[in-house]
T-cell receptor, first 111, second 118 residues
Framework: DGGITQSPKYLFRKEGQNVTLSCEQN?????MYWYRQDPGQGLRLIYY???????QKGDIAEGYSVSREKKESFPLTVTSAQKNPTAFYLC??????????FGPGTRLTVT | AQTVTQSQPEMSVQEAETVTLSCTYD???????LFWYKQPPSRQMILVIR??????QNATENRFSVNFQKAAKSFSLKISDSQLGDAAMYFC???????????????FGKGMKLTVNP
């Protein structure tokens, strides 16, 4: 089964804790992306990576960190510095210059 | 910077009817890609259709077609024979075709909620 997996589907954390969201793809895509979606908003880009061991900040990178140690994996850490972490997080991947395909998303709730 | 605007936050259509979703964008680039994505209640983002700016022919995909007006920077989506399963949020998105740092990023509109009435 080819595709993008995100786990878990729902995640609950206490304020002040760091949390890592998983994103894995077996499509052999070079580029991977993390987006945040809030109610009534479009998707906003957090970080993206075009190649292993390299990544760039998107429009709202503050309070987040990523790594890209393997082509298949692009985990996102939501740190305690992120002021409003409760949101829906979407991971995507694409070939270089190709269409972006999305994972099913993770709903993070921080209380 | 490029921007994408979806001015209608909500629309409704009767089953089997046709509906058109509007999208405008702003860019100074001559070559780019435009997309419509659908997000049903499951929240999975699904690609509906893609248009390449250098192609004058409007893209079609079964019941979905676009009206791409490059000079007007308009990219509307027409859904024919609407079905209950078409009910979803629809997002218009832009991506530059130029290979440079940041050109691979999608720029999204805020989305539009489509309701299909039986």
């Amino acid at each position: 089964d080819g595709g993008i997996t995100q786990s878990p589907k729902y995640l609950f954390r206490k304020e002040g804790q760091n949390v890592t969201l998983s994103c894995e793809q077996n499509l052999n895509h070079d580029a991977m992306y993390w987006y945040r979606q809030d109610p009534g908003q479009g998707l906003r880009l957090i970080y993206y990576s075009q190649i292993v061991n390299d990544f760039q900040k998107g429009d709202i990178a503050e309070g987040y960190s990523v790594s890209r140690e393997k082509k298949e994996s692009f985990p996102l850490t939501v740190t305690s510095a992120q002021k409003n972490p409760t949101a829906f997080y979407l991971c995507a991947s694409s070939t270089f210059g190709g269409v972006e395909y999305f994972g099913p998303g993770t709903r993070l709730t921080v209380t | 910077a490029q921007t994408v605007t979806q001015s209608q936050p909500e629309m409704s259509v009767q089953e089997a009817e046709t509906v058109t979703l509007s999208c405008t964008y702003d860019t100074s680039e001559s070559d780019y890609y435009l997309f419509w994505y659908k997000q049903p209640p499951s929240r999975q983002m699904i690609l509906v259709i893609r248009q390449e700016a250098y192609k004058q022919q409007n893209a079609t995909e079964n019941r979905f077609s676009v009206n791409f007006q490059k000079a007007a920077k308009s990219f509307s989506l027409k859904i024919s024979d609407s079905q209950l399963g078409d009910a979803a949020m629809y997002f218009c998105a832009y991506r530059s075709a130029f290979v440079s740092s940041g050109s691979e990023k999608l720029v999204f509109g805020k989305g539009m909620k489509l309701t299909v009435n039986p």
